[in-house]
């Protein structure tokens, strides 16, 4: 099988996990960065170009799309699925995924439970939002943040209204959450792939700090999930269409609740916290899907 993996750095530990988990089973695979690959559209005449080159008789790709490139990497995705290629994360799906707002507003309506959010756009209408939400602490994030960034805890109302206010000021798109304090700065990374749960791992903050993501200084541990934890995070991933995902949710005294679902997850972290082959399951998905 042909694999084109697409990447705007092939030396990155995700990337080149995947590159060898297709070597080692005997596949052709290519890391193409989004960013140099150019469409034709026309109709019954689709093409795409890498480096001044026809890009022909590709089986599968696997997208592993940055925040910064998700208009143009998801077009390019999108070309390569209208030319027949299978894809686990279709573009749509990078899409629903990416925009944490849409992915919450989808991920409700199949009765997932998540933490309370509100949004609203209107200063107006800032204290009738967050009276919706009720009292503080308030969890305040971007709508396109990613690995912890752009997300702000709020402990007063006052600094809630100023976060806010200095968000709307930025013309940016954002979203207010409430904050369950009883997981305790930890939450879980389930690692979807397919139809089930192939690893986890506990993510714990370090001191002083809420977020959990390793990139903000946290730690991860290898994680036993319940059955419930396990169908949630399925579900999730089928609802957003994904067939790779990571899935993020907190401890609750409600239960298990959905923080997030990423549709490009690192592999760093969940393979040496759980040392599960995680790359070699994703090329395996793609075995039982991709040969055309």
Do not use: W
Request: aromatic content about 4%; some cysteine.
């Amino acid at each position: 099988m042909k694999i084109a993996i697409l990447s705007r750095n092939a030396r990155l530990y995700s990337t080149q996990r995947l590159v060898d988990a297709a070597r080692e089973r005997g596949h052709v695979v290519r890391v193409l960065d989004p960013l140099r690959c150019y469409v034709r559209i026309a109709p019954g005449n689709m093409a795409i170009r890498y480096k001044g080159k026809a890009l022909r008789d590709i089986d599968a790709a696997i997208p592993r799309i940055g925040t910064q490139s998700t208009f143009y990497g998801t077009a390019v995705l999108r070309q390569l699925e209208m030319m027949g290629v299978y894809t686990p994360n279709p573009s749509d799906a990078v899409l629903r995924a990416r925009d944490k707002l849409r992915c919450l507003q989808i991920l409700a309506s199949h009765g997932l439970q998540m933490p309370a959010t509100v949004f609203g756009d209107n200063p107006d209408d800032t204290n009738d939002v967050l009276a919706m939400l009720g009292d503080p602490p308030h969890v305040i994030k971007l709508n396109e943040g990613s690995q912890g960034t752009g997300v702000v805890l709020a402990e007063k109302r006052s600094a809630s209204q100023s976060v806010i206010e200095a968000f709307r000021g930025l013309y940016a798109n954002f979203l207010v959450q409430e904050f369950i304090a009883e997981a305790n700065g930890s939450d879980l990374r389930c690692f979807v792939v397919g139809n089930k749960v192939v690893a986890a791992m506990q993510r714990d903050a370090s001191a002083g700090e809420f977020r959990a993501n390793l990139h903000r200084g946290g730690t991860a541990n290898k994680a036993t999930l319940s059955a419930q934890e396990k169908r949630i995070a399925v579900k999730a991933a089928q609802a957003l269409g994904l067939g790779v995902a990571g899935v993020d949710l907190l401890r609750s005294n409600r239960g298990p609740l959905l923080l997030e679902v990423n549709a490009s997850p690192g592999l760093e972290g969940i393979e040496s916290a759980s040392g599960v082959d995680v790359a070699a399951h994703i090329v395996r998905h793609l075995e039982r899907h991709g040969v055309r």
